[in-house]
Structure formats: C-alpha cells, structure tokens
C-alpha cells in the first residue's frame, strides 16, 4: 500500500545534539512538507519541498534544516540552534498538480523529546 | 489574509448523540476545503474535501460536511456518534499559492465522547 513513513516513532534527544528525523513516502508524490504540533497550537509549517534540489522555508524554521535529494525522501534535521525542540513532528506529501489542491497525506508522526 | 477558524476547542457529546463541528474560513474565492481527523499520537487522515458541486459532501466513518458559502463555512456532522470517533478534528483550506499546494489549518476541536 502506498503512504508515508515517518521513523522513529519516538526519539529522545540529549540538549546540544542535532538530530535527524526521517520521511519516506512511496506516493510519487511531488511535494513534502514538515510540521509542527504542540499542544494546543495547532499545525505550524517548518519547511516544504516541491521538487527535489529545491524546498522553503515556513513559518518556524528557525533551528531546522532539510535536504531533497529524493523524491521520495525528506528528512528533518532539528539542530541544536532550535530553543524548543520537545515537539510532535509530522510530514505529509501531496499531488503538485497546478490548478488543484487536493490536499496532504500524512504520516503517523515522530514525538521528539529533548531530556 | 487567509484564515481559519474553528469556534470550539473542546465538545463532549454522548455515545449516540449527534454531532456537528463548525469550521469558518476567509478566504476571497471559493476555496478547497478539507476535514481531517487525529487521533493520540497519530498522523492526520482526511474525512472529506470539499471542491465545488453539491452542497452536502459524504466523507468516510460516516461523517459527512455542509458547506454554506453565504456564511463561509462548512460544518462536519454525524448523526450519531460512536466512543471511537473520540479525536481531534482540524478543518483546513486548500490554496494554490506560489505553485504549490498549500494547506491553512483551524487550530482543531478536541471531541471526548461520553458512554
């Protein structure tokens, strides 16, 4: 079946370490996004990607960086720059089909916390 | 600027009872409009979306969305809820800015249900 895989599920992390979360997706899916949620604030936007060699920033970037060099991959780094990294993470992927928008899938997220 | 708006962070309702959930959205044409579904420590997976075309929109698990352009905005509704549809629900409009897909969420409505 197809979808994305967001690995681990859990992830402890000591303060000053960088640390990389994984996304796979196997969707053929041109776009990848990366998201943010604590508790009561919602989704927020990190970073996203619409094709391979090329992604953005979002609205807190700060403190995270991406790569694309697959399509069907896009990893998260949270550097030890990031002030608040105890977050749960969440990657999605979606048709980039100019005109339409039909929306993200998800993966089942990655809850990082720093110890 | 875009937004949305989702009235309610919490609802309890009984095992049986019916449920509705408001979503408002502002936005300057008609938009893509989106209901998903979160439970604990899982991703997000999509109810029902909305594009144009009729009105009432059937999504999975029995849920199903009415969309009232006149009040901008589109309401999930069950009739009769079960103990499992206990989540969070974000309702999300769908843009096509920049030539990619990009997807603005409620803040979410957190739904315990009661035996």
């Known amino acids: 079946d197809g979808g994305i895989t967001q690995s681990p599920k859990y992830l402890f992390r000591k303060e000053g370490q960088n640390v990389t979360l994984s996304c796979e997706q196997n969707?053929?899916?041109?776009?990848m996004y990366w998201y943010r949620q604590d508790p009561g604030q919602g989704l927020r936007l990190i970073y996203y990607s619409q094709i391979v060699n090329d992604f953005q920033k979002g609205d807190i970037a700060e403190g995270y960086s991406v790569s694309r060099e697959k399509k069907e991959s896009f990893p998260l780094t949270v550097t030890s720059a990031q002030k608040n990294p105890t977050a749960f993470y969440l990657c999605a992927s979606s048709i980039s089909f100019l005109g339409e928008n039909y929306g993200y899938t998800f993966g089942s997220g990655t809850r990082l916390t720093v110890v | 600027a875009q937004s949305v708006t989702q009235p309610d962070i919490h609802i309890t309702v009984s095992e049986g009872a019916s449920l509705e959930l408001r979503c408002n959205y502002s936005?300057?044409?008609?938009?893509?409009l989106f209901w998903y579904v979160q439970s604990p420590g899982q991703g997000l997976q999509l109810l029902l979306k909305?594009?144009?075309?009729?009105?009432l929109v059937q999504g999975i698990k029995g849920f199903e969305a009415e969309f009232k352009r006149s009040q901008s905005s589109i309401n999930l509704r069950k009739p009769s809820v079960h103990w499992s549809d206990a989540a969070e629900y974000f309702c999300?409009?769908?843009?096509?800015?920049?030539?990619?897909?990009?997807?603005?969420f409620g803040a979410g409505t957190r739904l315990a249900v009661h035996p």
């Open positions: 999300a409009v769908g843009l096509i800015s920049g030539g990619y897909n990009k997807l603005i």
């Open positions: 969707l053929n899916h041109d776009a």
């Open positions: 909305y594009f144009s075309g009729d009105t």
């Open positions: 936005y300057g044409a008609t938009p893509y």
